[in-house]
């Protein structure tokens, strides 16, 4: 950590700096530039950022020099984490393809979501039985109908399930039912959530949030982590910008960027981030050729009846096509669907 | 509901939009203009905006003519709500001030913080014993010893306590000792944590989250206030920009925009959007005379040594000459301190 | 446009905004909604924008219904437009792939720098001789000598010039020695600069601002149209968000969404945006993959010793490797580099 | 200027990056800590900032310690600048109410606005006679015909009159009628019109761009002063993000943030800012409690037939009693009126 001293800073506040340093057991050097003071502090990370060294007089500023994560990071794990979900592997040379309606609605829907992605090679299905909308007024989701629903569906196709955790008073229960527990974007900072789901024995898919950092993504699956649990798939979906011609903006820098920060697989969703059916296949391809290790996109039986999403899902008769385009790309880049 | 087709839109595009909305109860009004057709639709509003229209062929776009709250509207309920705390009242001509450190730490540093508020006349004090932070590896709250250091020290001091709840599971602990159940801006849309608060019987603080829209606040308003509890109090505490020199941007904007759209009272707090110390008397003078209902600030005898957020605590020894700055231009304004 | 009146407006608000309306010679559709009455205003787009509606008593908000461009409009002239810039093609299935320093800084190094971009087959050769800098301090460009030194490389590499314009009154100069000028993001709305590029004869390359929607980037490229010159190459380049781990946030999605609104050809800039090397290769390939016409990316002989944008600039020695994933991928997608 | 290095950095790495720090005559200091090498670059400033060192390799981020702008901060020059504008002081204790519509429209338009400022004891008053719209069909400005209404007007009432320069081939006719010359937020990184006006004889009021920070600001207005031109007054107009319930999101913490770090005067336009007349009294008093200087604000006789930002002019039969408001406030925190 470096603190850079404010211009007019005396010699008694660096003294007092340093000694606030040393009192934590930590060391400090000290640096006189011609106009400025630096004062470098090494010492365990966690002592050092719970020191409130902004507050104290004649502090400009504080650099942090270590990242604020750990378990998560490249530096500690340099070999891409690999995980196995019944059998198909997210990460490495694999590309998964996750597909499914935003919400389970009923039977016929979802069983015929989930035939469509497995007829097109999908990995695995996704599909809500809790569902976090933005009006009270909106549909929330089956509950634990839907989680049954979803489990016939996994029976019928073969395809592993993915669906969202919201409360952790749940988490018995889609544990029952998930192979992989989704934390959505607006919880990616409930960090309750996240301290039971690193406690849980299912691999978890962490949405960054909307306004959320790639660091702070990194921190709170830093939280997963923690706690026991190492099977993480971070998902890029956009981000809050002032751009208004997509709901949100996906930012595909962050896969690159993840990847070389993080040994954690990164998957995009191209649905939510685009909100419009026309500009799914594009960024889908784009997350490809980034180095994503797969995508999590909502297929419909019939998006103009859809309680959720509809306007972004591509329809289950288009979604064969759809898959092969990305295939044929995932091919192109020496990967193969898992 | 306005629904604007796209340029090319067919006579049959048109009449299946017209149809879909009758099959739901509702009436449609077609308005040919020279280039661009729009269909005008009138019916009930849940129903209308789960209808997926963007996914319909031939729309361009969709858009809501109706607000998308209700109970929270001012429409709905003019008068200004006004909400009693243990004899202090949030809205109206009073202004609730509302101080204490970020966390409770220590039972001194919760006493010395409660009477430097008391002393300096404010109406509440604050103090999170559940503590949301990035890092897991930073400080996370005393938990329930801290509740019970909060109840100490408002025996002493007859000030309400406003303290912070995060997860569903910990409600009858907090109902217990909070005056004021605070909900933190990372949960904003933390939905079940919503509605369980609207069953709850204690007023509840609704801060805004860093990437929430004014009408989302509203919806996340409209949740808590659904499920029975009307007595909700928003704070806008920052918003994320682009911007480095502020931890938030405060939207000073949203005071008024929120008044004119809502019945319900309205705080801000200027020491997280800030950041830093030297900010937090300019910005709470601005919520003064932006119309405001209070402010919640942050206070600790040590802001050096403080757990959390020491840079932008007013030392409770500066306390009493802040607080004299915001109550004389509180009664400039014509209010009064509760 | 559409007119929501307020749901207190009186009849003679509406009457009011009626005889405006009538007044300026369009025509008004009154349609009274359960709570809220519209106002649709059909006529000259142009003089209805110019109506300050939102001004009048009653009037809650005002929705555009037309887009606010026209010629640069896909509904306008539906093919897609294809600039021919000596003998190279921009648009349609040809892909240009535009490469050099950030600025023209010596002889060696902008010859260098050309002979780099020839030798991978690059379509054209980028240089600044006018700089746009943040700060007063930094290298602003050689002026007249850089362009000359533009001169001398495409006579020796056949490699036609794209060079930035910062000033009307350098438009003769910069016209006598560029084939493509360049309006830079910081200029994206100098309107005087972009209605001189309009009269001038030559391909204009229109960089997004950082803070521009796309909207405002189509209406910037309808000023240039506007006088005359319809030869505007667009180019998304990263917009400002609150992420900090790129220099820019590439708005990805822009591509798609620009090509269905738009007849104008759309390039990236994957140099700007990431302000590091790392991130150069994968998002060229994302442009790629979603549909833009071309990449104008920064190279230099040595980064290490770069005036300007060093640490983003692909090696002169490793751009032949680059331009080959490049064209790999090009070809891929049925295009070929021109 | 302090580097640090990736985790993984070599020994030769290091001493490359120390080899390049003395070869343009700067010192450097290595410091290694436990995981990362850190090194201190100390020398002149300009040289330092031009070094590419972020292209070294080795090198994981750069981090200034000092600050990019010099002549404007407040530690080169520690008091106020005070700015006198025809006896009018700008800055101080003065409080500078600047008023008067968008733009310049007839004879009777600008004169009753200017009747109406100086009837309300306004300091000065504003009017474009150059816009810059948005669209290419707007209105764009009187030019000449309007700058000489200006003067007319200004004969008339003794106010002294801020308008703006948007095109350094205007600036000698500009020169000529303006008092203060107005750089509009689109052209804040104008960098060739601000040396044009950093050599004129005349104050420049500088506005932030919509996606500038208030260090850009500041080095925007570097280049002013740095020309020669000290007389330079900062404008917060606010700035672009995703909430949209305002044109522009007010960040009124810039003002104290700018007062903090610069000596030049401030003031604030709550017009352009708030983009609705029920908005502007609030956010001006919000101003003149966080210490800004003055206020620009948009006042027009009919905002019913405004030809540009009518929806957020004060109707000039109203803005006496805004002014009235406003000047209570301002002598109740010490100021008065200049």
Same mark, same amino acid.
């Given at each position: 950590?470096?603190?850079?001293?404010?211009?007019?800073?005396?010699?008694?506040?660096?003294?007092?700096?340093?000694?606030?340093?040393?009192?934590?057991?930590?060391?400090?050097?000290?640096?006189?530039?011609?106009?400025?003071?630096?004062?470098?502090?090494?010492?365990?990370?966690?002592?050092?950022?719970?020191?409130?060294?902004?507050?104290?007089?004649?502090?400009?500023?504080?650099?942090?020099?270590?990242?604020?994560?750990?378990?998560?990071?490249?530096?500690?794990?340099?070999?891409?984490?690999?995980?196995?979900?019944?059998?198909?592997?997210?990460?490495?040379?694999?590309?998964?393809?996750?597909?499914?309606?935003?919400?389970?609605?009923?039977?016929?829907?979802?069983?015929?979501?989930?035939?469509?992605?497995?007829?097109?090679?999908?990995?695995?299905?996704?599909?809500?039985?809790?569902?976090?909308?933005?009006?009270?007024?909106?549909?929330?989701?089956?509950?634990?109908?839907? #989680?049954? +629903?979803? *489990?016939?569906?996994?029976?019928?196709? !073969?395809?592993? /399930?993915? $669906?969202?955790?919201?409360?952790?008073?749940?988490?018995?229960?889609?544990?029952?039912?998930?192979?992989?527990?989704?934390?959505?974007?607006?919880?990616?900072?409930?960090?309750?959530?996240?301290?039971?789901?690193?406690?849980?024995?299912?691999?978890?898919?962490?949405?960054?949030?909307a306004?959320?950092?790639?660091?702070?993504?990194?921190?709170?699956?830093?939280?997963?982590?923690?706690?026991?649990?190492?099977?993480?798939?971070?998902?890029?979906?956009g981000i809050r910008t002032f751009e208004t011609a997509t709901r949100n903006t996906l930012d595909i820098?962050?896969?690159?960027?993840?990847?070389?920060?993080?040994?954690?697989?990164?998957?995009?969703?191209?649905?939510?981030s685009a909100?419009?059916?026309?500009?799914?296949?594009? #960024?889908? +391809?784009? *997350?490809?050729?980034?180095?994503?290790? !797969?995508?999590? /996109?909502? $297929?419909?039986?019939?998006?103009?009846?859809?309680?959720?999403?509809?306007?972004?899902?591509?329809?289950?008769?288009?979604?064969?096509?759809?898959?092969?385009?990305?295939?044929?790309?995932?091919?192109?880049?020496?990967?193969?669907?898992?």
């Amino acid at each position: 950590m470096i603190i850079v001293m404010h211009e007019d800073a005396t010699e008694e506040q660096i003294a007092h700096v340093v000694a606030r340093i040393e009192e934590v057991g930590a060391t400090a050097h000290i640096s006189h530039g011609e106009r400025v003071t630096l004062v470098g502090a090494i010492g365990d990370r966690e002592v050092l950022t719970g020191l409130p060294v902004e507050a104290f007089p004649g502090v400009e500023r504080v650099v942090a020099v270590l990242k604020p994560y750990k378990l998560v990071s490249r530096e500690f794990h340099p070999a891409d984490t690999i995980i196995d979900v019944r059998g198909r592997r997210v990460g490495g040379n694999q590309f998964t393809l996750i597909a499914g309606p935003c919400s389970v609605e009923t039977p016929g829907q979802i069983m015929q979501a989930a035939e469509a992605a497995r007829d097109a090679g999908a990995s695995m299905m996704r599909g809500g039985a809790f569902k976090p909308r933005t009006s009270p007024y909106a549909f929330q989701g089956l509950g634990r109908e839907g #989680l049954e +629903l979803l *489990a016939e569906a996994r029976e019928r196709t !073969g395809l592993p /399930v993915v $669906t969202e955790l919201m409360d952790p008073r749940d988490l018995e229960l889609v544990h029952e039912y998930a192979d992989v527990i989704q934390i959505g974007a607006r919880n990616m900072q409930n960090f309750q959530l996240l301290a039971e789901v690193g406690k849980a024995k299912r691999p978890v898919l962490l949405k960054r949030g909307a306004a959320a950092t790639i660091e702070e993504l990194l921190m709170a699956a830093e939280y997963v982590v923690k706690e026991g649990n190492r099977e993480v798939i971070l998902c890029e979906r956009g981000i809050r910008t002032f751009e208004t011609a997509t709901r949100n903006t996906l930012d595909i820098s962050a896969v690159p960027v993840i990847k070389l920060a993080s040994h954690l697989p990164v998957v995009v969703d191209p649905s939510h981030s685009a909100g419009r059916l026309d500009l799914v296949l594009p #960024l889908s +391809l784009a *997350a490809v050729v980034c180095g994503a290790d !797969g995508i999590i /996109v909502e $297929t419909h039986p019939s998006p103009e009846t859809a309680l959720c999403d509809g306007p972004q899902s591509v329809p289950t008769r288009a979604f064969r096509e759809y898959a092969a385009h990305v295939r044929e790309l995932v091919e192109f880049v020496g990967k193969s669907i898992s």
